[in-house]
């Protein structure tokens, strides 16, 4: 194969691999309300990938409780004001919300850590592993 052959071929794979990503990333960022529990982790996934670990750093349990809540408040407008799509939309981001808490709290997932700032990650771990939490 020519230099130039080689140079072409890398060029292929490279947007066959941007059309993948641009693929998966439309399935983690668009909203879904079709089918509730394939739409709550894919919600769930997205949210990870838009928020991660150093947004939520320093957020306790009482904080997780308030997104909730701040969460039913957007459900209710929604309903109030008529918009079926949106209340879909925003039960599905609610019940994602109440995933990645649960996947934290029992050590499932813990991609998104309310509460630990990277340099505390090792600290965690330890701390999950001898209380039997990772699965």
């Known amino acids: 194969m020519t230099e130039r052959e080689q140079i072409e071929e890398l060029k292929r794979q490279i947007a ?8 998966l990333e439309g399935l983690i960022n668009t909203p879904r ?23 939520d750093a320093g957020k306790r349990s009482e904080d997780w409780v308030t997104l ?9 407008r929604a309903h ?16 994602a919300v109440a995933m990645n808490w649960w996947r934290r709290l029992v050590g499932v997932d813990m991609r998104m850590r309310p509460g630990v700032g990277p340099r505390n990650i090792d600290l ?10 990772n699965r």
């Open 124 to 133: 965690v771990d330890q701390l999950v592993d001898s209380r039997g939490l």
């Open 68 to 76: 909730l809540i701040y969460l039913l408040g957007k459900a209710a």
């Open 80 to 95: 109030f004001d008529g918009n079926g799509a949106k209340l879909e939309h925003h039960v599905i981001t609610t019940a």
């Open 33 to 55: 309300t079709d089918e509730f529990f394939e739409a709550v982790r894919i919600e769930a996934a997205h949210q990870v990938e838009r928020w991660g670990v150093e947004h």
């Open 16 to 23: 066959d691999r941007n059309a993948r990503v641009m693929y």
